[in-house]
């Protein structure tokens, strides 16, 4: 970044990341190359100088756009890498076209890999996540017969109240032996899921 505009990088971040407008001291105070920067190296799209220059117009400001594009055409250098790519696939992020045409290959090289990394990553997690759910609901069921067998057991309980526990004994009895064999096929297809994730994770990067 030039040293001219290393100072005002910071506090330009600060002010505009993720912000879709800027207000009237924004505008004023904005470094534009610094702006421009910004916007491509987190892979905004180059509509992004339009929502500022919409946002400035309200207050009677002109973004340098020459400015701006030289600092965006270097940040989306930085962007439009296979590393940058992977770690965006990896976290999730959604590409949203924003590499022009002669560094998109790179950047999506790196990218689906990434992408493949996560979607496997998200499979053993809602996994996980489905194993847990039921195996609560199978604590509670358990914490609900404890508490019928009490009925059963008091001297205070008719013998309505008694065949009525011992009826929804059963049926939780039941439904936790259902939630067992879920249980089961959802720890089966989680080892498939997370031999795919190790796998993919052994196979690394690829091709740059």
Sequence with gaps: MRPRHALFALLTVALISGCATMNQTECLSADWYAVGRVDGEKGASRDEYLRHSEAC?????????????????????????????YENGRKGYNYKGACPADL??????????????????QRVAEYDSAIQERSQRINNMGYQIYR?????????????QRQQALLRIRYLQRDMQYL??????????????AQQLMELERQGVRGW
Excluded: M, W
């Design 104 to 121: 998109e290959a790179a950047f999506l090289l790196g990218y689906q890999q990434g992408k493949a990394l996560h979607v496997a990553s």
């Design 148 to 160: 019928y067998e009490e009925i059963l057991a008091s001297r205070d309980s008719n013998d309505q």
């Design 180 to 193: 067992r064999r879920e249980i089961y096929d959802l720890q089966y297809g989680r080892q498939d899921a």
């Design 57 to 85: 117009a309200k207050h009677g400001i002109v973004p340098d756009k020459t400015t701006y594009q030289e600092g965006y055409d270097h940040g989306i250098e930085d962007f439009c890498t296979p590393a940058n790519g």
